[in-house]
T-cell receptor
Framework: EPEVTQTPSHQVTQMGQEVILRCVPI?????FYWYRQILGQKVEFLVS????????KSEIFDDQFSVERPDGSNFTLKIRSTKLEDSAMYFC???????????FGNGTRLTVT | AQSVTQLGSHVSVSEGALVLLRCNYS??????LFWYVQYPNQGLQLLLK??????LVKGINGFEAEFKKSETSFHLTKPSAHMSDAAEYFC?????????????FGKGTKLSVKP
């Protein structure tokens, strides 16, 4: 069964550094998402992306965050200047159509020191 | 605004016993409701969903859930727990009732299964 793949599985970075989290969605999917889960807290929606633009974003998704689909396969989340509170598990998800369920990747654990 | 409350952050059952994980929701529109499961070091996997129609929905691995509008609940059950059911379970509601993408999740319930 096709799956969403995320790399790396664990990223450690220093505060203030830029990080890029990478995702390869399922190949024929059209809608793409990033969610995050701070340890012990809820899984939270960050952003959705369709037709090469952001369709929705949450309050968490401020100017420090950006997303890109640089080619036909990758979907990236960039955090420009990481803060300690950005430490979390980041999940990528993709969706074949607006009314089909999400398929999640295994996540990237980001640790900001 | 939509919200989800999962009662009990940790539930422990014996193998073969009934599993009941509770979820209550709040939604200003007819809700789409979901249960996801997360095994250690893995992503979220859809167990089952309710969008419209039959209020008792069956999912994978023998789980089912019933949408009860009057109680604003969507509890997850399984008649007989198996060791492999040990995982974290998340209830979720869609933000706008029409999409299955932008979801609001509960805090999760960790299920332990004792031999």
């Amino acid at each position: 069964e096709p799956e969403v793949t995320q790399t790396p599985s664990h990223q450690v970075t220093q505060m203030g550094q830029e990080v890029i989290l990478r995702c390869v969605p399922i190949s024929n999917h059209l809608y793409f998402y990033w969610y995050r889960q701070i340890l012990g807290q809820k899984v939270e929606f960050l952003v959705s992306f369709y037709n090469n633009e952001i369709s929705e974003k949450s309050e968490i998704f401020d100017d420090q965050f950006s997303v890109e689909r640089p080619d036909g396969s990758n979907f990236t989340l960039k955090i420009r200047s990481t803060k300690l509170e950005d430490s979390a598990m980041y999940f990528c998800a993709s969706q074949g159509s607006y009314n089909s369920p999400l398929h999640f990747g295994n996540g990237t654990r980001l640790t900001v020191t | 605004a939509q919200s989800v409350t999962q009662l009990g952050s940790h539930v422990s059952v014996s193998e073969g016993a009934l599993v009941l994980l509770r979820c209550n929701y709040s939604s200003s529109v007819p809700p789409y409701l979901f249960w996801y499961v997360q095994y250690p070091n893995q992503g979220l996997q859809l167990l089952l969903k309710y969008t419209t129609g039959a209020t008792l929905v069956k999912g994978i691995n023998g789980f089912e859930a019933e949408f009860k509008k009057s109680e604003t609940s969507f509890h997850l059950t399984k008649p007989s727990a198996h060791m492999s059911d040990a995982a974290e379970y998340f209830c979720a509601v869609s933000v706008d009732g029409g999409s299955q993408g932008n979801l609001i999740f509960g805090k999760g319930t960790k299920l332990s299964v004792k031999p």
